[in-house]
């Protein structure tokens, strides 16, 4: 069965950097779309980030964009997500979802991992 | 930016019918999908395309889409189904698009 680990989370100071992980499993992972979505506490969902099969195309949430990117090594079945000038906003759990083959929607989600910015 | 909007919270009685709306201008013209997030949980998804049910989501789970509102119905509502329920739709300017969700209460 599909399984995404995503790992990398914990507490960073305002301004800092932070690399989320996500290993996926139980899958051809090089064939499918992969996203980041993010839930700050007590609120709803958000998407991230996207990243096509072959990495040829990602695509950003205005909200991240410039100091967040999505990435992808196809040979280790893993998916990133580089966390630049981080600010208490982007305080959340980052989920890793496999986007679904026939259309744009979320089929398996990981976990998640939490993020907390704060000094 | 394309906005969905979804009730704060349902309330229902276990057996009885849950309907949870999720309204978006002409969203009749989307597809349209739903997940289910218990308390700390992962979300799930359990209606997509509008009205298809992934495999191992009851069929109690089922879901409509016309004009500007999009319906999640739970059929013989149970205990279980206590939850946060999300729409989520594509759109070409705001890509991925979720819901402002909506709090199942069993009661």
């Known amino acids: 069965q599909v399984q995404l680990v995503e790992s990398g989370g914990g507490v960073v100071q305002p301004g800092g950097s932070l690399r989320l992980s996500c290993a996926a499993s139980?899958?051809?992972?090089?064939?499918?779309?992969m996203h980041w979505v993010r839930q700050a506490p007590g609120k709803g969902l958000e998407w991230v980030a996207f990243?096509?099969?072959?990495?040829?195309?990602?695509y950003h949430a205005d909200s991240v964009k410039g100091r967040f990117t999505i990435s992808r090594d196809n040979s280790k079945n893993t998916l990133y997500l580089q966390m630049n000038s981080l600010r208490g906003e982007d305080t959340a759990v980052y989920y890793c979802?496999?986007?679904?083959?026939?259309?744009?929607?979320?089929?398996?989600w990981g976990q998640g991992t939490l993020v907390t910015v704060s000094s | 930016s394309y906005v969905l909007t979804q009730p704060p919270s349902v309330s229902v009685a276990p057996g009885q019918t849950a309907r949870i709306t999720c309204g978006g201008n002409n969203i009749g013209r989307k597809s349209v999908h739903w997940y289910q997030q218990k308390a700390g949980q992962a979300p799930v998804l359990v209606v997509y395309d509008d009205t298809d049910r992934p495999s191992g989501i009851p069929e109690r789970f089922s879901g409509s889409n016309s004009g500007n509102t999009a319906t999640l119905t739970i059929s013989r509502v149970e205990a279980g189904d206590e939850a946060d329920y999300y729409c989520?739709?594509?759109?070409?300017?705001?890509?991925?698009?979720f819901g402002t969700g909506t709090k199942v209460t069993v009661l």
């Open positions: 139980g899958l051809t992972f090089s064939s499918y779309g």
């Open positions: 979802a496999k986007e679904a083959y026939s259309d744009y929607y979320f089929d398996y």
């Open positions: 989520q739709v594509w759109d070409s300017s705001t890509f991925y698009v």
């Open positions: 990243i096509r099969y072959d990495g040829s195309n990602k």
